[in-house]
């Protein structure tokens, strides 16, 4: 028995519906301007198209009880009916084609912050008679919107512009989810809507969002953007590391945007075979290692392409392989010691 309303709940929630608090009635957000379905249905799930069912709107500080619809058998506020709200004259429907199947939902069009509040739906001649509760919530964001109203090769200001009511709190987050430090929000009442535009300049490549919440009404929404600032390679740094079996050449590229590629070269032109590139991305750049072994004296080039810049370029290394490049100070002494050696025994060869 404890399951049912958990399980109402859920359902509630999978339709775009949040419990207020814990224990209040579900609540429904919406935008100011847009329709909204304010759901009800006996438990029955009975045929109602005979049975009585009302609307209405719970008394506020500022407001008294609201007739919102009333519907008894085929007679409604839409057929003639009198009695109902001025407030909701014209904008409340009911689904006649649903009756039958125990739906008394009904649809708000055009909304307003005034409409904002709490509704009943109440089965007074059901036995038992049934009320079901309902919280309304006209004015939550809808999606911010993004422009970049001025952007130089190095950076880019973003703006990001929403409303709501309550006041939306706005922020710029980077792809990681910081908080950027933007400039003060700019914030205008216009009717009963709060309008609030929040710039931000960003340096670096990177996908940024900003983020609206209305914590009162547990809302929040949030637009995205990519960001690409030209971030043309500079020269490759260039190494050469030596191994037990030879030759390894490094080609390091630091802070590049967006990831280049990377190829060693011999002088020829020939591409030579690699190691697999190491990459790692850094809030929006990149940071590129290549390795090669060689084995042939040659003067070799790392090549650093930026297809979709357009930039590509390059350094150079020279590789003397077999002028003792591999050979320690320790072993030319040790060469030398040897060599002394040998002239030393073919000398005392020959006198003998
Ligand atoms: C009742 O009808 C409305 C309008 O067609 C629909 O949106 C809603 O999901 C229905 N509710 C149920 C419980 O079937």
Redesign the pocket.
């Given at each position: 028995m404890e399951l049912l309303p958990l399980l109402c709940l859920c359902l509630l929630t999978r339709?775009g519906i949040t419990s207020a608090q814990l224990n209040g009635p579900p609540l429904i957000k919406v935008e100011q301007d847009r329709d909204v379905?304010l759901?009800c249905?006996p438990s029955t799930k009975e045929n109602i198209e005979f049975k009585l069912f009302d609307w209405k709107k719970v008394a506020q500080k500022d407001a008294g009880e609201k007739e919102v619809f009333m519907y008894d058998a085929g007679i409604h506020y839409n057929s003639g009916r009198p009695g109902q709200s001025e407030q909701f004259k014209g904008r409340v429907s009911h689904?006649p084609?649903?009756l039958k199947?125990g739906?008394a939902?009904i649809?708000i069009r055009n909304t307003k912050i005034s409409d904002s509040g709490e509704y009943t739906c109440h089965f007074p001649r059901l036995q038992p008679p049934q009320i079901f509760h309902i919280k309304l919530v006209v004015g939550a964001s809808p999606k911010p919107s993004i422009t970049s109203p001025k952007e130089t090769k190095d950076w880019s200001l973003l703006r990001c512009e929403v409303h709501g009511n309550p006041e939306p709190e706005v922020e710029w987050q980077d792809s990681a989810g910081n908080k950027l430090p933007a400039e003060k929000p700019q914030v205008e009442k216009i009717g009963d809507l709060f309008y609030i535009t929040l710039n931000v300049t960003v340096t670096k490549s990177d996908r940024y969002r900003c983020v609206a919440t209305q914590e009162t009404i547990s809302h929040q929404i949030s637009a995205e953007t990519d960001v690409y600032i030209s971030g043309a390679s500079p020269k490759p740094y260039l190494n050469i590391l030596e191994t037990k079996d030879g030759v390894l050449l490094q080609c390091e590229v630091l802070g590049a945007s967006p990831e280049p590629e990377v190829k060693w070269q011999d002088s020829d032109g020939n591409m030579i075979t690699s190691e697999e590139p190491q990459v790692t991305k850094k809030g929006g750049s990149y940071d590129v290692t290549l390795r090669a072994s060689v084995t042939k004296t040659d003067h070799y080039r790392c090549v650093v392409t930026q297809k979709t810049i357009n930039h590509s370029i390059s350094d150079k290394i020279y590789v003397p392989l077999n002028a003792g490049s591999q050979t320690h100070p320790s072993d030319q002494n040790l060469r030398k010691v040897m060599i002394g050696v040998a002239v030393g025994v073919l000398a005392e060869f020959l006198f003998l």
């Open positions: 339709s379905v759901p249905s689904f084609d649903e199947h739906n939902s649809i």
